[in-house]
């Protein structure tokens, strides 16, 4: 499976979406000024690129089922 390319981007973006979550949970567990500053905006992000692995995820199933046929 590590071979295919579409699944190394498939983990990338989920790995990119934990990041982000991670940060963010972070931010609000500690507060302060980098929460002020960059609470809502980490979220955002986390929201585009959970958006985006979907995608990326929907795109490797599809391609995968079409390949088996």
Same mark, same amino acid.
């Given at each position: 499976?590590? $071979?295919?390319?579409?699944?190394?981007v498939?983990?990338?973006?989920?790995?990119?979406v934990?990041?982000?979550l991670?940060?963010?949970?972070? &931010?609000?567990?500690?507060? &302060?000024?980098?929460?002020?500053?960059? &609470?809502?905006?980490?979220?955002?992000?986390?929201?585009?690129? $959970?958006?985006?692995?979907?995608?990326v995820?929907?795109?490797?199933?599809?391609?995968?089922?079409?390949?088996?046929?």
């Amino acid at each position: 499976m590590w $071979q295919d390319p579409l699944f190394i981007v498939v983990a990338i973006a989920v790995l990119a979406v934990l990041i982000l979550l991670m940060i963010g949970i972070g &931010g609000f567990v500690r507060g &302060g000024d980098f929460n002020r500053k960059h &609470g809502n905006r980490l979220m955002r992000y986390r929201i585009m690129a $959970q958006a985006a692995a979907i995608a990326v995820v929907l795109a490797f199933v599809f391609l995968r089922r079409m390949g088996s046929n």
